[in-house]
């Protein structure tokens, strides 16, 4: 099949497609004359990161075999397309891919309601917290230029740390904390620490020549990022929920394809994708966990008085925040979405 090299292909303009129709086996009517196509999607991860196993590999195998391999994924893993984990979204809305991996918080300004979900208190697990953005999907979905094709969670962050183990909330106070997300920032804050926002794939080269202090990180991510040989202890709780995982598609890429191969697309994917997703993350934490304690990593579990501090100290900032609107709802009302209340 001729294309343009690593571009997706709503950037293929009508009039190259034109040209490339008289002579490329893409099929030009239902999907169904026995022509083949295939997808762009593209991700920063390594080959075995949860997001990669639970849901991009299931989506591809799952679109190949409802289309009896009529369409199917080529897949540019690790950076291969951009190594900037912030820039798959542009990227994706720009028709470099036809699909993308993109981690909402990451950008948070760009995804409001999104990234809400990471507040105290939405979720605890990462198979509640993908139940919780499903929820909310109707809200959420104003958030993107895109079409959403699976919405999971890793699940709420564990604390690592190099040097200080941090046993109570005095012992976070002047750490130097990276973050997933703009939006924990305050949180963070309210407890005397300082945030840094940082993709996953930059933490391990700052934790080890001390540009931070600490990671907070789902656990899933430890064993994927090897940052069992950098951090020396763990705490296992933080008064935060979770950032979200996002698969996307480029909305012309989509309305490209033919109505059947449309249908095989949403077949793929949808809610029982993003569950996938967040299975994956629950076995993933227990690995994760599993790997840093045999890693020789101090495991700290925080005692239910000392989380109750920890959530005393965020609670001016989680209050504050509940009247601000965004759109036409207020955070406490996106909130309850998320919570089914």
């Not at 105290?120 to 079409?147: F, H, I, K, M, W």
């Not at 002047?174 to 926002?197: C, D, H, N, Y």
């Amino acid at each position: 099949m001729l294309r343009l090299p690593r571009m997706g292909i709503a950037a293929v303009t009508p009039v190259l497609l034109a040209g490339l129709s008289a002579c490329s086996p893409v099929p030009q009517g239902d999907g169904n004359e026995g022509g083949r196509k295939s997808l762009i999607l593209a991700h920063p991860l390594p080959p075995l990161a949860p997001p990669r196993t639970g849901v991009i590999v299931p989506f591809a195998q799952r679109l190949a075999e409802v289309s009896g391999g009529r369409l199917t994924v080529e897949e540019y893993m690790g950076g291969a397309i951009g190594s900037d984990a912030r820039r798959y979204y542009p990227m994706l809305l720009e028709g470099v891919a036809d699909i993308a991996l993109v981690v909402p918080g990451y950008t948070a300004t760009t995804f409001p309601r999104t990234a809400l979900s990471t507040f105290p208190g939405v979720c605890d697990s990462p198979v509640d917290c993908t139940a919780a953005l499903q929820r909310g999907l109707a809200v959420l979905e104003d958030d993107y230029n895109a079409r959403i094709l699976a919405m999971w969670s890793p699940g709420p962050p564990v604390l690592l740390t190099r040097d200080r183990p941090v046993r109570r909330v005095e012992d976070i106070r002047g750490l130097k904390l990276r973050v997933p997300s703009a939006i924990e920032m305050p949180f963070l804050e309210a407890l005397g620490a300082t945030p840094l926002q940082q993709p996953v794939t930059e933490v391990y080269q700052s934790l080890q020549t001390g540009v931070i202090d600490g990671i907070v990180i789902p656990a899933g991510g430890i064993p994927a990022f090897r940052l069992n040989e950098v951090a020396s202890f763990l705490t296992t709780w933080m008064p935060l929920s979770a950032t979200p995982v996002t698969l996307l598609m480029n909305r012309g890429a989509y309305d490209l394809l033919t109505p059947q191969e449309r249908r095989w697309v949403d077949e793929a994917s949808g809610a029982r994708l993003s569950e996938s997703g967040g299975q994956a993350f629950e076995l993933a934490t227990a690995r994760g966990l599993g790997f840093a304690r045999e890693s020789g990593i101090e495991i700290i579990d925080l005692s239910d008085s000392e989380k109750a501090r920890f959530l005393g100290a965020v609670g001016d900032v989680y209050e504050a925040e509940l009247s601000r609107r965004i759109g036409d709802a207020t955070v406490a009302e996106i909130l309850a979405e998320l919570s089914g209340s």
